[in-house]
């Protein structure tokens, strides 16, 4: 089954690709002059304890991008994803529209995410504080609304 782009879908894709190739010109652009040496992991007090070469940032951009194309690709396939309530002829377009409207804003969210992470680390920035509070509330925030969406249809 075909999924029509729906007017939510359009503008997720382009935010997602603006931003991915935003921070890619970023890195490309600001190779030379980052850091050689940029914080790999910290702790829970916000303290580095693993410090990475910056070519781990790469490897940040290559997830990013690879998650977005990954989940391009599971939105083509409708009939692999699993809906959570049954699929009938009669529901099955409002069924897979709200599922991709879901899929979209998640793949936003996974975007902004890697997008932040490579931006924070290249610019040897900590975490901020709200920042995994952020990232639960912006990951099951949809999941929980489209959720609700979804069971409302018969």
Not at 40 to 47: F, P
Not at 113 to 137: C, D, E, G, K
């Amino acid at each position: 089954m075909k999924i029509k782009k729906s007017s939510w879908d359009i503008p997720m894709q382009l935010i997602c690709l603006l931003l991915l190739g935003a921070m890619t010109a970023y890195l490309i652009i600001n190779w030379k002059g980052l850091p050689d040496t940029i914080p790999g992991h910290y702790n829970a007090r916000d303290v580095v304890d693993r410090w990475g070469d910056k070519s781990e940032l790469l490897i940040l951009a290559m997830l990013g991008w690879g998650l977005y194309l990954g989940m391009a690709v599971i939105e083509k396939f409708p009939s692999i994803w699993n809906t959570g309530v049954a699929v009938t002829e009669k529901n099955k377009e409002a069924v897979y529209g709200i599922l991709k409207n879901m899929l979209s804003t998640l793949k936003l969210v996974t975007v902004t995410i890697f997008v932040f992470l490579t931006m924070n680390s290249a610019l040897s920035n900590h975490l901020p504080v709200w920042f995994l509070p952020l990232v639960l509330i912006s990951t099951f925030g949809p999941i929980i609304f489209f959720s609700i969406q979804l069971r409302k249809v018969k």
